[in-house]
């Protein structure tokens, strides 16, 4: 609760900071109140689970979730001085509202009531419109914050119909009562039950961009600012992922075969189609974004099991797809300061030549999103492998097939890293030490996970 709190506060400094000429000082502030907020949150979990009159419950899954969000952003906070150069009058502004962001995280992946759930996805949703939209002088900027607000208004409509009709089935909006009445909701309103949490499920694939509900997603990485398209690719799909997981956790009771059906066909679907078209894309940040798309299949492959376990084997995959994540894009950011450039591949023509350390980081994050051994992306998808194996080993062999055709898509930065000779427009922002400080933060935590997987799982 304290977390929350502080992370209210803090947005409100951030945005009454942005109009009394506090600007300099932010991305700092930023960056101290992330750190106090994790201290927070750890300490909080030292004295056992708070109930929030049953509509947020702070326990050790929300703690994770919540500890991955707030980790992500702080490596992000570090370059909001360069990364939100592109709109300097409005800086106070930008982190203000990805403040108010991590505050409906919080209330995602915290919920007791459905309520909350929805409140949350708001929170979290109308901020980001903002942010995505926030390059005000990039046409395709616009054209992304459009995009997204219609399909998340869209993806309201699913959620809000598919809880009435729960709520019309069991009248409760508290998870913990409507999985008591599971048998009586089934055996009297079906249909009202099976409706309701296809809608639901709806609404959480158009959040995570699942296929088919994708189509939003490559747009609006494509044309957002660089460090607000590693904001979403990483604390946004926490929050959605890990909200689907708990609403799975609570409701399984009333998860038919048939619901198991279409998630795996949906995770095959996203694995295959993601995979397949990211080899298409000349555009690094369209590629990215069909990356991340991909991960979500992966990650649906576990919720397809849950047990015990399920709760570590998520936070580790999202763990080393976060870090991994956000290493790429402080490296793009170092590579590509121009923020209405184009972001080809061509930008990485010679980078080990102009600047190998920069080529080295980024190829040992590349190789982790795709599983290359030793680096924690294996271990996190060979995790969710061994849950999976058991009861979808057809699903488990589409994976596998997936991951090696997403081998080719991250190898072509590599190759052109090392093996392509440079263009002369291109340059290295040597002088951005915020970025090199966030390269080599991920680049350590990557070697550790890989040494240590045994820390999250």
């Known amino acids: 609760m304290k977390t929350l709190i502080l992370l209210f506060i803090s947005g409100i400094f951030s945005l009454f900071g942005g109009i009394f000429g506090l600007r300099k000082i932010l991305p700092l502030f930023a960056t101290v109140a992330l750190g106090t907020a994790m201290a927070y949150l750890i300490y909080d979990s030292n004295y056992g689970d708070t109930n929030l009159q049953d509509m947020l419950v702070f326990n050790s899954y929300s703690t994770l979730f919540i500890g991955i969000a707030l980790g992500s952003t702080l490596l992000i906070s ?130 995570i961009a699942a296929v088919p509900f994708h189509y939003w997603s490559p747009d609006v990485y494509q044309g957002s600012p660089t460090l607000v398209t590693a904001f979403m690719a990483t604390v946004v799909k926490v929050a959605g992922l ?47 974004a069909y990356s991340s798309i991909s991960h979500v299949g992966y990650v649906l492959m576990a919720l397809l099991s849950v047990n015990p376990e399920t709760q570590s084997i998520v936070g580790f995959y999202l763990i080393a797809y976060s870090i991994a994540t956000i290493g790429i894009f402080a490296c793009i950011m170092l590579i590509n300061p121009v923020h209405n450039k184009t972001n080809g591949f061509a930008i990485f023509n010679g980078l080990s030549k102009r600047s190998p350390f920069i080529a080295f980081i980024l190829t040992v994050c590349l190789l982790s999103l795709s599983g290359i051994p030793p680096l924690p992306g294996f271990f996190a998808k060979y995790s969710i492998f061994k849950q999976a194996i058991g009861e979808h080993l057809w699903l488990v062999i589409i994976a596998i097939c997936s991951s090696a055709i997403s081998i080719y898509y991250y190898f072509r930065a590599i190759t052109a890293m090392y093996f392509t000779k440079e263009e002369d427009e291109v340059t290295v922002v040597e002088k951005n030490y915020s970025g090199y400080v966030v390269i080599s933060i991920a680049l350590i935590a990557l070697l550790v996970l890989a040494v240590f997987p045994g820390i999250v799982l």
């Open 78 to 207: 570090i370059l909001t001085a360069k990364g939100f150069g592109y709109n300097k009058e409005s800086t106070g502004d930008l982190i203000g509202l990805m403040f108010f962001v991590l505050c409906g995280v919080v209330c995602m992946v915290s919920f007791k009531n459905m309520v909350m759930l929805f409140l949350g996805i708001e929170i979290l949703s109308i901020p980001l419109y903002v942010m995505v939209g926030s390059n005000r002088n990039n046409l395709n900027s616009n054209e992304s914050a459009l995009k997204y607000f219609i399909m998340g208004a869209f993806a309201t409509g699913f959620l809000l119909f598919g809880m009435a009709l729960i709520y019309g089935a069991t009248r409760f909006f508290d998870l913990e009562v409507i999985r008591s009445l599971s048998a009586t909701a089934l055996a009297s309103s079906p249909n009202l039950v099976s409706v309701g949490l296809l809608l639901i499920t709806i609404a959480f694939a158009f959040k």
């Open 242 to 288: 890990g909200a689907f997981l708990k609403f799975i956790i609570y409701l399984s009771p009333l998860l038919g075969s048939n619901w198991y059906l279409i998630i795996s066909i949906m995770a095959a679907a996203t694995m295959l189609f993601a995979n397949f078209v990211a080899i298409m894309q000349d555009d690094f940040k369209r590629m990215m």
